[in-house]
């Protein structure tokens, strides 16, 4: 029913995961805790399920002194509305995050299966 919704690893979109925080920056318990609040909020659009809509979202944020997400983008359009703002309204539910500086990015992908 639906489809299934997973983040890239260790955030940055590259490298073949195999869990939390796992590829190039895998390392870092920090990374690998935002994916797994991340992983936590995600959710597939019901309309996008259904229609077999799928794709993958390029987002970057930061992370505001109250663990808030800031300046949320999307870097890369998956050519779907509805997924590129639930990608955005994912990293939104799943703050509050713990203390780190700089951009993150995140690729979010929709698979209709």
Not at 36 to 44: C, F, G, H, Q, V
């Amino acid at each position: 029913m639906g489809g299934e919704v997973t983040t890239a690893p260790a955030i940055t979109g590259e490298g073949e995961g195999r869990g939390p925080g796992s590829g190039p920056t895998g390392q870092d318990p920090l990374l690998g805790e935002i994916r797994r609040r991340i992983d936590e909020a995600k959710r597939y659009p019901l309309l996008a399920s259904r229609s077999g809509v799928g794709g993958s979202v390029g987002i970057e944020f930061r992370i505001d002194l109250k663990g808030q997400p800031a300046e949320i983008r999307i870097a890369q359009s998956s050519g779907h509305p509805i997924l590129d703002e639930e990608a955005v309204e994912t990293i939104r539910r799943a703050a509050p995050f713990p203390s780190y500086k700089g951009k993150l990015p995140v690729t979010l992908r929709f698979d209709p299966r």
